[in-house]
């Protein structure tokens, strides 16, 4: 074991996650927790159920703090992030947070363009560069940001939210090869249709027809191939997108 893997202190490894009081993000800190590692949790406005999920990570041994925030606002992000970081030094960083605000192009608002952008886009640059140097300090990192298939292929109705995944694609890429030399990784995971609230109103049974393994993906799928991505085993794996959508054409 090299001496700047976090498993040489593995009782205070910290996690942060955004996103992380519903859907893909909840499964993510559950089993990064049972990885292992303690959970910096965010999330935007659902107390109830951030605390619902702080105390299941509680329960299985480790810590958890409560860090609620907008990723898409520079100010709230680097408010709250700039004493977190230098308490519990967080190794890990999951870009997960989110929502899509659908519609045609040709009739889509200012509002839904630039909210998509900001949450995905604009979150992931305010959240990563409040980690990063302190990353960069202590010559070890593992990023993981939340993109979808959607930045991968073309999808009706969601012209905003492909081109934040996409860009999101783009600077996984070019901030992998960045920090390549200072250990620390950057990666993508890009799932299909997932089950959860963003799917709720989707008709499911016609969407599992379009899926070659003919199922919807659960959230665990998705936390899974986090969980392998942030692990020593993925050590030399940087740059890269890892699919999650049950063999949909990407
Ligand atoms: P979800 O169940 O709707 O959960 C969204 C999470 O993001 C919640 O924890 C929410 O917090 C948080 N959030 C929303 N806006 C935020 C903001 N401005 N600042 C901080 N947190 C914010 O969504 P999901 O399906 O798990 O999606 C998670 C990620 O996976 C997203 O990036 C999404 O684009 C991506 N994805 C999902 C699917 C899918 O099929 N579900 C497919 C591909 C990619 P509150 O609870 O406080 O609102």
Known sequence: MRPD??????????????????????????????DGYSILLNYHSRNDAAENVREQI???????HLVPFDVSSAKETT?????????????????NAGFARDGLLAMMSDEQWNDVLAVHLNGFYHVTRAVLPRMIRK??????????????T????????????????????????????????????APGFIDTEMLSELPSDEIQKTIPMRRIGSP???????????????????????????????
């Open 79 to 95: 408010e709250c992030l700039s004493d977190i970081v230098k308490q519990f030094d967080p190794s890990v960083v999951v870009n």
């Open 139 to 152: 010559r070890y990192g593992r990023i993981v940001n939340i993109v979808s298939i959607s930045g991968q």
């Open 154 to 189: 073309g999808v009706a109705g969601q012209v905003n939210y492909s081109a934040a995944k996409a860009g999101i694609i783009g600077a996984t890429r070019s901030l992998a090869v960045e920090v390549a030399r200072r250990n620390i990784t950057v990666n993508a995971v």
């Open 5 to 34: 893997t976090p498993n040489t202190f593995h009782s205070e490894r910290f996690a942060l996650i955004t996103g992380a009081s519903r859907g893909i993000g909840r499964s993510i800190a559950l089993q990064l927790a049972e």
């Open 58 to 64: 509680i329960d299985l041994g480790q810590q958890c």
């Open 220 to 250: 665990e799928d998705v936390a899974h191939a986090v969980s392998f991505l942030v692990s020593e085993k993925a050590s030399y794996i940087t740059g890269q997108v890892l699919a999650v959508n049950g063999g949909l054409y990407t």
